[in-house]
C-alpha cells in the first residue's frame, strides 16, 4: 500500500528535540531555574511546618477545623482517618505530599485567580487564555514530564511545577466564570453610583463570585492531588514515591498503603473545602464525588439510626 | 430658571454600524426599516427636553420603545450616538471618565426596575453603598443609611439581608439607597414595576409624599400611563425611541398629540387626571349683608344665566341661594332677608381635588364652592363643567344654560330631597 510517508517525512520529534535541547535550555535554563526559587521558598516553610508540628495537635487542629466547616460526619472521619494514616506509618510522606500539594495550589491560585479575573474583565484575553486552557487540559501529563525535567531537573520542585501546570485551569476557568455571572443588573447599580474598576470588583464581583472561585479551589486541589504519583515519577516524594516504589518492586502492600493514605486524604480536603464554598449552598462535581456520596449515604444512615431511639 | 437637565438631540443606535444608522434615520428611514437593511438597532431618536429643578419628569412608552436606554445615557451607563445631556453644566455624554463618575458619586443616583440590591450586603450595607463609594467613613456611612431607611420606614430592617424582604420593601431599600447619598436628581427605570397594583399604589404616595420633603429632579420611568398621570408633572410619551408628545397629563390627556396618543388617553381615568381648578369659573357673589342684597343677587343671576348664587361674608362662603327660592320669596313675601333662603351647607373644594372626587359634591346639583386655604371663596364650579371635562368634550364649548335653568330650577334642591328620602326611610 502507498502512503503518504512514502514521499513526505515529517521529522516532528527531532524538531521538538532541537527546539528543547538547542534553543530553550541553553538559553532560557536561567529563568528557568530562577522560576523555582519562589517555589522552593514556599515549600521549604510549608514542608518544615508540617514536619515540626507534631502529629496529635495536627489531628486535633484539622478535626476541629473540619467540624467547624463541614460538620460533625467529616470531622469524625478526619479523626479517624488520620490516626489510620499513622498507625499505617505514612505519617511523614502524608506531611510530605500535603506540602506539595498546597504549595501547588498556593501558586495554582496566585496565578489563576488574578488571571481568571484579567479573562472576565477583557473578552480579548479570553480569547487568548481559553485556547492555552483547552491545551492543558487535553495534554496527558506525561507528555510534559521530559521537557520539565530538561528545563528544571528533577526532584519535589520540578513536580511540583507539573502539578501545577496540571491543575490550573479549574482556578482560572471558574474564576472568569463566577465574575462573568455576576448579574448584569447589579454591576450596572454598582456603576451608576460610581465605583472605580476596583471598587467594583472588591464590593461586588469578588464577593459574589466567591463560591464559584471556591469550587474551582476545590478542583484544583483534587487536580493537584491526582498528581501527586505522577509526580514522583520525576523525583517528588511522599506518598506518591509509597506508590510508585511500591509498583516498582512489584510491592503491593507499600502500593496499596500509599495508595489508601492518598484517598483518605483527598477524602479529608475534598470535604472541607467544598463545604466552605457549600457554606452557601453550591454543589460542584469533582473527581471524588463518587466516594463522597458514598460517604454520605453512610452519614445519612447514621443520623437515621441515631434518630431512632430518641 | 435654569433646566436641572437639558437633553438636546440625543440618539441611540445599537449595532456595529451606528453613524450609518444615523445618516439613515436623519435622511427620514423609519425604524423598521433601518433594521431591515442594516441590522443596527435604533434605541433613541433625537430627544429633546428640559426638566426644572425640583420637578418629575415622567417618560411613558410601551416595551421597547426605549426608555430604559434613554435614562441610562442620563447616568452615562449607555453613551449616546450622539447628542447632549446637560446636568447643569456638565455634558455627560462627553465629559471625562473621571469627571462621570464624580457625577455619579455626587448628583445622580438609579433606582432599578428589579431592585438590584446587593444580595451579599445587608440592607443597610445597601444603602451606604453610594456613600461607601464616596468614601465616607463607616460610622457616618451607618448614620446616614439609618437615617435613609428611616425615611422609608424600614430602619427596623437595617441588619436583614434584601433577600429576607419582599418586593415592595425591597424597593424601599432601592429607593433609600438612591437617596442615602443626598443626590440632585434621581433617576428612576420602572421602580414600581415588578410590584403588584396594591403595593404600587402605596410606594406612587409614597414617593410624592417624600417628594414634598426633598424637592429631588426625577427621572421617572413607566408603562403604565396612570402613574405617569398621577406622578408626572411633566410627562412624554415616547414611540419607537422619540418623543411624541411632551406635556402636563392634562394638556396630554385634553390635547393628545396623535391617534398613538389618543388610543393611550382613551380609557383613562379623567378624573384622577383633572382637578378642580382645571374647571373652576369665577365666582358671582353677593355680600350677605349688603343692602338690597335680594334684589342684587337676583338681578346677578339673570345677568350671568345661573340659577344658584354663592353668598359671601367677607368672602368667606355664607351659603348659597338658587334662583327658585329666591324668586318665590321675594314674590310671595316680598322678604328680601337672604339668611331666610340661603342653603347653608354647601360642597365645598380646594383647587386640587381630582375631579373623581367631585362626584359627591356635584350630585347635589348646586355648583361647588373653591377656596383657599383661609376659606375665601375664590371660584365655582358648575356641575355641568365637571362633567363636560370628564367626558372629554372640548372644554372651551360653553354650555348652554337656558335649558337646563328651567329644568334644574324645578328640580327641588338636593337637600330636601336627601330629606325626603330619609324620611321616607324611616317608617319602613
Ligand atoms: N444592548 C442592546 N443591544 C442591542 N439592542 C438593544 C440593547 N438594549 C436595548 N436595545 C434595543 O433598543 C430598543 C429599546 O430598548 P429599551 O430597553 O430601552 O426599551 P424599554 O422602553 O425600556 O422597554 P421595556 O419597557 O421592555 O423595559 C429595543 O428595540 C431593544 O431591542
Ligand atoms: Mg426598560
Not at chain 1, 453610583?193 to 471598587?199: I, N, Y
Not at chain 1, 453550591?282 to 473527581?287: A, G
Amino acid at each position: 500500500m502507498i502512503s503518504p510517508a512514502d514521499f513526505v517525512q515529517i521529522p516532528l520529534d527531532d524538531w521538538v528535540n532541537s527546539f528543547v535541547r538547542d534553543f530553550l535550555v541553553p538559553n532560557f535554563r536561567p529563568a528557568f531555574r530562577a522560576m523555582q526559587v519562589p517555589i522552593t521558598e514556599v515549600l521549604a516553610r510549608i514542608d518544615s511546618f508540617f514536619h515540626w508540628l507534631p502529629m496529635l495537635v495536627f489531628t486535633v487542629g484539622l478535626t476541629l477545623i473540619a467540624d467547624r466547616t463541614a460538620g460533625r460526619g467529616v470531622a469524625l472521619f478526619t479523626l479517624v482517618a488520620l490516626i489510620f494514616i499513622d498507625m499505617i506509618g505514612l505519617w511523614a510522606e502524608t506531611m510530605t505530599t500535603l506540602s506539595m500539594i498546597l504549595t501547588s495550589v498556593f501558586f495554582c491560585a496566585v496565578i489563576g485567580i488574578p488571571l481568571g479575573i484579567w479573562s472576565a474583565r477583557s473578552d480579548r484575553v479570553l480569547l487568548v487564555v481559553r485556547p492555552i486552557l483547552d491545551i492543558m487540559q487535553t495534554i496527558p501529563s506525561f507528555v510534559y514530564l521530559v521537557p520539565i525535567v530538561m528545563l528544571f531537573g528533577v526532584g519535589m520542585v520540578p513536580g511540583i511545577i507539573a502539578t501545577i501546570i496540571f491543575a490550573l485551569p479549574p482556578i482560572i476557568r471558574l474564576t472568569n466564570l463566577g465574575i462573568r455571572n455576576v448579574r448584569a443588573d447589579l454591576i450596572e447599580a454598582a456603576e451608576a453610583f460610581g465605583s472605580t474598576r476596583w471598587q467594583m470588583l472588591w464590593e461586588v464581583q469578588l464577593p459574589l463570585a466567591l463560591r464559584t472561585i471556591m469550587a474551582g479551589l476545590n478542583q484544583t486541589l483534587m487536580l493537584a492531588l491526582s498528581m501527586v504519583v505522577i509526580a514522583a515519577l520525576i523525583g517528588a516524594g511522599g506518598l506518591g514515591l509509597t506508590v510508585y516504589t511500591g509498583l516498582g518492586r512489584l510491592n503491593v502492600g507499600a502500593a496499596t498503603t500509599g495508595g489508601i493514605g492518598i484517598v483518605l486524604l483527598a477524602i479529608i480536603l475534598d470535604r472541607i473545602t467544598q463545604s466552605l464554598g457549600e457554606k452557601k449552598g453550591v454543589q460542584t462535581p469533582s473527581l471524588w464525588q463518587s466516594l463522597r456520596s458514598l460517604f454520605s449515604a453512610g452519614k445519612a444512615d447514621a443520623g437515621a439510626q441515631s434518630g431512632k431511639p430518641a | 430658571m435654569k433646566p436641572k437637565i437639558r437633553v438636546e438631540g440625543v440618539y441611540k443606535i445599537f449595532g456595529e454600524d451606528p453613524k450609518g444608522a444615523l445618516d439613515a434615520l436623519k435622511s427620514g428611514k423609519s425604524k423598521i426599516e433601518i433594521f431591515e437593511e442594516t441590522g443596527q438597532t435604533v434605541g433613541v431618536q433625537d430627544v429633546s427636553f428640559e426638566v426644572g429643578e425640583g420637578e418629575i419628569f415622567v417618560v411613558m412608552g410601551l416595551s421597547g420603545s426605549g426608555k430604559s436606554t434613554l435614562v441610562r445615557t442620563f447616568n452615562g451607563l449607555i453613551p449616546p450616538t450622539s447628542g447632549k445631556i446637560l446636568i447643569d453644566d456638565d455634558d455627560v455624554a462627553s465629559c471625562s471618565a473621571e469627571r462621570l463618575r464624580k457625577i455619579r458619586r455626587e448628583k445622580i443616583t438609579m433606582v432599578f426596575q428589579h431592585f438590584a440590591l446587593f444580595p451579599h450586603k445587608t440592607v443597610a450595607e445597601n444603602v451606604a453603598y453610594g456613600l461607601k463609594i464616596k468614601g465616607e467613613g463607616a460610622a457616618s456611612r451607618r448614620k446616614k443609611a439609618l437615617a435613609a431607611l428611616e425615611q422609608v420606614g424600614l430602619a427596623a430592617y437595617a441588619d436583614s439581608l434584601p433577600g429576607e424582604l419582599s418586593g415592595g420593601m425591597q424597593q424601599r431599600v432601592g429607593l433609600a439607597r438612591g437617596l442615602a447619598t443626598d443626590p440632585q436628581v434621581l433617576l428612576m427605570d420602572e421602580p414600581f414595576g415588578a410590584l403588584d397594583p396594591l403595593i404600587r399604589r402605596e410606594m406612587q404616595d409614597e414617593l410624592l409624599h417624600l417628594q414634598k420633603i426633598l424637592k429631588k429632579t426625577i427621572i421617572f420611568i413607566t408603562h403604565d400611563l396612570n402613574e405617569a398621570l398621577l406622578l408626572g408633572d411633566k410627562i412624554a410619551i415616547m414611540k419607537d425611541g422619540r418623543f411624541v408628545q411632551v406635556g402636563t397629563a392634562q394638556e396630554i390627556v385634553d390635547n393628545p398629540a396623535d391617534d398613538y396618543v389618543a388610543a393611550f388617553v382613551a380609557d383613562i381615568d379623567r378624573g384622577r387626571v383633572f382637578e378642580a381648578s382645571h374647571v373652576v369659573a369665577d365666582p358671582v357673589t353677593v355680600e350677605q349683608h349688603e343692602k338690597g342684597a335680594a334684589e342684587k343677587a337676583l338681578q346677578l343671576m339673570e345677568e350671568h344665566n345661573r340659577n344658584a348664587l354663592y353668598v359671601v361674608d367677607d368672602q368667606k362662603v355664607a351659603g348659597l341661594v338658587t334662583y327658585q327660592e329666591l324668586a318665590v320669596a321675594a314674590r310671595e313675601e316680598g322678604r328680601t332677608d337672604l339668611a331666610e333662603v340661603m342653603v347653608t351647607d354647601v360642597p365645598v373644594v380646594d383647587q386640587d381635588t381630582p375631579l373623581n372626587e367631585l362626584y359627591g359634591a356635584a350630585s347635589a346639583g348646586h355648583p361647588i364652592a373653591v377656596t383657599d386655604k383661609r376659606g375665601r371663596l375664590t371660584g365655582v364650579i358648575e356641575v355641568e363643567a365637571v362633567f363636560s371635562q370628564l367626558s372629554g368634550d372640548a372644554s372651551e364649548d360653553e354650555y348652554e344654560d337656558e335649558d337646563e335653568a328651567t329644568e334644574d330650577g324645578s328640580t327641588p334642591p338636593a337637600e330636601e330631597k336627601a330629606t325626603d328620602t330619609a324620611q321616607g326611610g324611616t317608617p319602613r
